[in-house]
């Protein structure tokens, strides 16, 4: 037992039976990891139940989403060259903070959604910043302030106010990362 113990505490390292050990053992690791690989597979898709398309969108909150105005009162909107896109944003709070950007300035105001899509806004503030597109900012804020419900799909959503058939506004989600 000594005369082991010396060999292998004292013994000069000898690279060529540890390769050997090595290479004896080496299919079991590629084994291994071929089953790992095989155990690993990619998440269904969610289905919605009663729909035909397994590809369908889930809708994005109403609340804590950044909707960016895409056309205001039936019109295209765009974002001139070094202004600012016009969105909304509803936060859900002890206050319910509807705020934003209307073009050049901000605003900030409060909004109450109820069961069966109702939706207000109201008690809106603004900076006052001049800005070449002061017409389309009045236009939103006046939109925003006449808002009685909304429809969302997808991630799209439509702003009524109570005597229009068309929407107010039309907005898109936009993922904050």
């Not at 889930?58 to 019109?75: E, H, I, K, M, Y």
Request: hydrophobic fraction near 40%.
């Amino acid at each position: 037992m000594a005369k082991q113990l010396y060999h292998l505490i004292f013994q000069p390292f000898n690279a060529v039976n540890m390769i050997s050990s090595l290479l004896r053992y080496s299919w079991l690791f590629g084994v291994c990891c071929l089953l790992l690989a095989a155990c690993q597979s990619a998440q269904p898709a969610a289905s919605n139940p009663g729909s035909s398309s397994s590809s369908a969108k889930p809708d994005s909150p109403l609340l804590n989403t950044r909707w960016v105005v895409r056309q205001l009162n039936g019109a295209p909107v765009t974002v001139p060259e070094g202004g600012r896109e016009l969105y909304l944003l509803l936060r859900l709070g002890e206050n319910h903070v509807a705020e934003g950007n209307a073009g050049c300035n901000r605003f900030s105001g409060r909004f109450v959604a109820s069961e069966l899509n109702g939706l207000s806004i109201s008690n809106l503030l603004s900076t006052k910043m001049a800005c070449p597109q002061l017409d389309t900012e009045n236009l939103m804020m006046h939109s925003l302030e006449q808002v009685t419900h909304y429809e969302l799909h997808s991630d799209n959503l439509a702003l009524y106010g109570s005597d229009s058939a068309q929407p107010l506004l039309m907005l898109q989600a936009v993922v904050l990362r």
